[in-house]
């Protein structure tokens, strides 16, 4: 069984930083993409970034300049550096991983987390 735990969210005035950690555990052969997607009440899911093994990014235009994206392949762990936040940036952020399982099949399978929640108020 993988899964994804993500931690880091919380309140932050405008302008103010966070920074989101995501954690993969159990018997994981390896973790090809990895990625961090948000969901405002109202909204459907979002890609906010996205990295491949090989540390490749991209970033939805919203937050270009002002998230980054990166990842510790020793640790399974992805990380996003949120600055400059924004009211709009306020959505629940969703950690997903390509997770190949160490079961001997060779298959990559989509695993999510429970979502973290950031809030940005003035």
């Known amino acids: 069984q993988v899964q994804l735990v993500e931690s880091g969210g919380g309140l932050v005035q405008p302008g103010g930083s966070l920074r989101l950690s995501c954690a993969a555990s159990?018997?994981?052969?390896?973790?090809?993409?990895m990625g961090w997607y948000r969901q405002a009440p109202g909204n459907q899911r979002e890609l906010v970034a996205h990295?491949?093994?090989?540390?490749?990014?991209n970033y939805a235009d919203s937050v270009k300049g002002r998230f980054t994206i990166s990842r510790d392949n020793g640790k399974s762990t992805v990380y996003l550096q949120m600055n400059s936040l924004k009211p709009e940036d306020t959505a629940v952020y969703y950690c997903?991983?390509?997770?190949?399982?160490?079961?001997?099949?060779?298959?990559?399978?989509?695993?999510w987390g429970q979502g973290t929640q950031v809030t940005v108020y003035s």
């Open positions: 997903n991983a390509g997770v190949v399982p160490n079961n001997g099949l060779g298959r990559e399978h989509d695993y």
């Open positions: 159990g018997s994981i052969f390896s973790i090809n993409a």
């Open positions: 990295i491949t093994r090989g540390g490749s990014t």
